[in-house]
């Protein structure tokens, strides 16, 4: 085994990681994230979004929603409407060697109607313009406040059928931000908009993690003026005391079956693994090491955790069995490769590695064991997988400032999530929710 730092550095990094996020936090929040796209893949699909019939009823354009969806996904390239009159809203409508010639691989129409109780319906059809045929067609019935909600699900509608997999335009992220010294945890959209405070806090919060349902929030607070981790419902808004027990206690990782996390405990003395039911109970140790083991992360398929330690004298990845027991080191490129997370299919992890200097974000197969550096600037962290995998949403600086960033799983298409006037750290991006 590859020994390249000294136990007692070793373990003074692995104790910063606990406490890593107060120190990097001037933060702000309320205001939208904004995106910007600093690169795109190679092959990008030609998609023409015709602005749907009736969209003024509402008060936000589906069409503006989806097609900023889709660029900012950058696998997908617009082409323009202008010029085309009449514009489609019906299959029938289409003149399909018109978009042809315009260079379009597939359009995308639709309508928004009264329905004289408030509500709207919103209808749209998604149209192979080489083969003169229908990919998908949805209707939906709404209340105008859903109207950006119903653009990402159609958005999403698309993105599966153009690339094969999921869509997660719908889905929602978590993030932690400070104003006027408050700390605050926040939800927002997949894209930054719609953010809403799940708590305040004067203290440090940190390590939001998502359970599988999508309903609740663990998380690490300090209010109290030590580390405790914290549940809390989204659907009530009540939350409760998970772990609060002498010393540290931090890093929540929940079960994919929702009824368990595993949890890193200092009060047996270094910090440890425990497994704990979601009502606070059961609290089982998982690993017994001398060193310190923090980080957990929790398999797909619930067999297995991935966790941070450095028993082997350095910050290094392990895996062991979700009941604890041998653990089988993982990493061995570096001497500082800390913070893994599971992708959603099981087959790799995502962790940060130390290079000259510099921390990066980087991807693991598990099979073949090679891994791959995804991003490229000097402070990247906290690496979180969208659940269709194929995005990795990170923490990073730019000028001084902390912003969100998001990389594919290939590291081809980047984008950087900021607000204006401030930083955001601790991104957690949020599960499929059954309705979609």
């Known amino acids: 085994m590859i020994k390249t730092a000294s136990s007692s550095t070793a373990r003074a990094l692995l104790q910063a ?25 190679i092959t990008q699909i030609p998609v023409a979004i015709v602005p749907f019939e009736g969209e003024q009823a509402l008060p936000q354009s589906i069409t503006e929603v989806v097609t900023e969806d889709l660029l ?68 939906y019935t ?47 959209d997949a894209d930054g908009y719609g953010a809403e405070t799940v708590v305040t806090s004067n203290e440090p919060l940190i390590s939001a993690a998502w359970s599988p349902d999508g309903t609740q929030l663990a998380y690490v607070s300090f209010e109290r003026k030590k580390p405790i981790i914290f549940l809390q419902s989204l659907l009530t808004g ?33 910090s440890q693994i425990y497994s704990i039911t979601a009502d606070g109970s059961g609290l089982q140790r998982l690993t017994i090491s001398s060193g310190i083991d923090t980080e957990p992360s929790w398999s797909p398929d619930g067999r297995s955790i991935i966790f941070t330690s450095d028993r082997g004298g350095s910050p290094q990845i392990y895996r062991m069995p ?14 500082y490769n800390v913070s893994p ?70 590291g081809r298409v980047k984008q950087r999530l900021s607000i204006e006037s401030g930083d955001v750290r601790e991104p957690a991006w949020g599960p499929f929710l059954r309705n979609q």
């Not at 009264?114 to 319906?121: A, H, L, S, T, V």
């Not at 109207?147 to 993030?175: N, P, Q, W």
């Not at 079956?257 to 405990?265: E, M, N, P, Q, S």
């Open 322 to 335: 979700a009941s604890g027991g041998s653990a089988e080191r993982l990493t061995f490129e570096g001497n």
């Open 17 to 41: 990681l606990l406490l890593f996020a107060i120190a990097i936090m001037p933060l702000t929040a309320r205001a939208q994230l904004t995106i910007e796209i600093v690169g795109g893949g």
């Open 142 to 188: 709404i209340p105008p406040t859903q109207a950006r909600l119903t653009a990402h699900r159609i958005a999403d509608v698309i993105y599966e059928k153009l690339t094969g997999d999921r869509g997660v335009f719908s889905t929602k992220i978590a993030y932690v931000s400070k104003q006027d010294r408050k700390y605050r945890l926040q939800v927002a």
């Open 238 to 270: 009540k939350r409760s005391v998970l772990a609060n027990f002498k010393g540290i206690n931090s890093a929540p990782s929940w079960a994919p079956d929702g009824k368990k996390l595993a949890i890193v405990l200092t009060k047996d003395g270094n």
């Open 72 to 139: 900012r996904s950058g696998l997908f390239k617009t082409v323009p409407a202008s010029g085309v009159t009449p514009l489609p809203a019906q299959p029938q409508d289409i003149n399909f060697q018109e978009w042809q010639a315009r260079g379009a691989d597939a359009i995308v129409i639709g309508s928004v109607r009264p329905q004289g109780d408030g509500k709207f319906e919103v209808r749209f059809h998604l149209m192979d313009a080489l083969k003169h045929s229908q990919l998908a067609a949805f209707t």
């Open 341 to 410: 997370h599971f992708s959603p299919d099981g087959r790799s992890f995502a962790f940060v590695q130390r290079n000259d200097g510099r921390f990066n974000v980087a991807v693991q197969d598990l099979n073949s064991r090679q891994s791959q550096v995804l991003t490229e600037m000097r402070l990247d962290e906290s690496p979180s997988f969208a659940p269709n995998g194929k995005i990795l949403l990170y923490a990073s600086e730019v000028n001084g400032r902390g912003i969100l960033a998001a990389v594919s799983s290939d």
